[in-house]
């Protein structure tokens, strides 16, 4: 049998006391730990804000420096350290407790800049010169990035102030649509080679793969991509941002050729030759050919050129995945091929990265024919396919009808929704004195 103690009323008001003693205590250890994780929580954040402000004004320096750049050395160099400011930006921006729709416009022409700046590093280091229109885009680039810069040092101080509360850093608070856009602050479109060869997926990777490599292994992988023996491969800066990778420096045949490779799976992020006047001795059809056999032996699947231009000696070639018949083009790859040894100096794969995946509906409910009478008859049509294009509004995809066509003079490609009808996108193809340029 169980003893049982009485307890007097005085030892249990005494022991209630005690109790609530001990209870207050915690309640007072717990608030105070509370108050220094949020301190810390804080001052992380200013660091991290700091550092995207720190990187948008280098941005801001660089492309300022590159309008009165003399050589290609120093534009190349100016460039490529721009796409790592951009990739940062990008990077730091995602990391802050901010709304899509405070931090979306903001993120988005970073991830712009760092594209725009590794194209025209490749047109450059191939031996072409930064047009007029380039200039042009890069002066509208240089008054968004110093009202940008400007309100990321305006939410920097904010932040100083105090801890700010829920709404303010997950919510939309005014603040946050001033300091990072909102529909105060615009940004110039970069549309500067083929369709829909900027577009990108927030979230995470989908083409990347799960494992983390080492940098041995990321070593072998930059050899296989840049078709070099191990030994020929150098240790190089390595990148950080959206894609973390490890960077490489190849001595190949062509030249020596920056590679970058991903922690996560061991993709290949880019290459981009260091100097590339390359004389003309094979065809661009030779070139193509070579792409296509290179993208099959990397195993990137099958790829269909969608794109192709001509810079001094090489070839650039955007090429995108091929699912049932159906060109996808998010799953973009950019080739350059040197047209003197006819072999891949150079690759662009971040927006394949990004989106490749098995698509599972890709059947269209409107017809050929139905989509075909949503189109003017003042365009004459030449082709027609189904493709997935990215679409801004929705940070999603469609699946649509693409129709060729001329109309004046000029030509043109109109997609037309294949699931629900209506026409989604118009683009008129331009003539350059590197190719054709969608617009």
């Known amino acids: ?32 730990q509370s108050r220094r994780l949020e301190a810390s929580l804080a001052a992380q954040h200013q660091r991290e804000m700091n550092d995207v402000a720190d990187a948008m004004a280098g941005i801001e320096i660089n492309l300022a420096k590159l309008l ?8 190349v160099e100016l460039l490529g350290e721009t796409a790592l400011l951009a990739q940062h930006v990008e990077s730091g921006l995602s990391r802050l407790p901010l709304g899509y729709d405070a931090a979306g416009g903001a993120m988005k022409f970073a991830g712009q800049i760092g594209d725009y700046a590794m194209t025209l590093a490749a047109q450059v280091s191939g031996g072409g010169m930064i047009s007029g229109e380039d200039e042009s885009r890069i002066t509208g680039m240089l008054t968004a990035c110093r009202a940008l810069g400007a309100h990321l040092t305006s939410m920097g101080d904010r932040m100083y102030q105090g801890p700010l509360d829920e709404a303010d850093v997950y919510g939309a608070g005014a603040w946050q649509e001033e300091a990072l856009g909102g529909e105060a602050m615009t940004y110039p479109s970069l549309i500067y080679d083929g369709p829909f060869s900027d577009g990108r997926h927030e979230g995470r990777a989908l083409g990347l793969g799960h494992e983390r490599v080492t940098r041995e292994q990321a070593r072998e992988a930059a050899a296989r991509y840049a078709g070099v023996t191990v030994d020929r491969v150098d240790d190089a800066a390595d990148s950080g941002g959206t894609f973390e990778a490890f960077g490489f420096t190849a001595r190949t045949d062509s030249g020596r050729i920056n590679v970058q490779i991903t922690g996560q799976g061991g993709q290949l992020l880019f290459m981009m030759p260091e100097e590339a006047a390359f004389a003309q001795r094979y065809t661009g059809e030779d070139c ?3 792409a296509a056999v290179w993208l099959a032996d990397m195993g990137f699947g099958q790829m269909e050129a969608c794109f192709v231009q001509q810079y001094d000696g090489m070839i650039v070639a955007n090429f995108a995945a091929v699912q049932e018949g159906v060109l996808l083009y998010p799953d973009q790859v950019k080739v350059q091929v040197s047209m003197e040894s006819g072999t891949v100096v150079g690759a662009e794969c971040s927006q394949y990265l990004a989106n490749h995946t098995h698509r599972a509906a890709l059947t269209p409910s409107v017809t050929q024919a139905e989509a075909r009478e949503m189109i003017s008859d ?9 493709c997935v294009i990215p679409r801004e509004d929705t940070q999603n995809e469609r699946l649509c009808w693409s129709f060729e066509g001329t109309f004046a003079g000029d030509e043109y490609w109109v997609f037309i929704d294949a699931a629900e009808g209506g026409m989604i996108d118009i683009l008129r193809l331009e003539m350059t004195q590197q190719g054709e340029t969608a617009v």
């Open 1 to 32: 049998m169980k003893r049982r103690i009485p307890i007097r009323a005085g030892q249990a008001a005494g022991v209630l006391s005690v109790l609530l003693a001990v209870s207050l205590g915690a309640n007072v250890v717990l608030a105070a």
């Open 68 to 75: 009165i750049a003399a050589g290609a050395r120093q534009s």
């Open 288 to 290: 193509l050919r070579s």
């Open 378 to 386: 003042r365009l004459t049509v030449t082709g027609a396919r189904l």
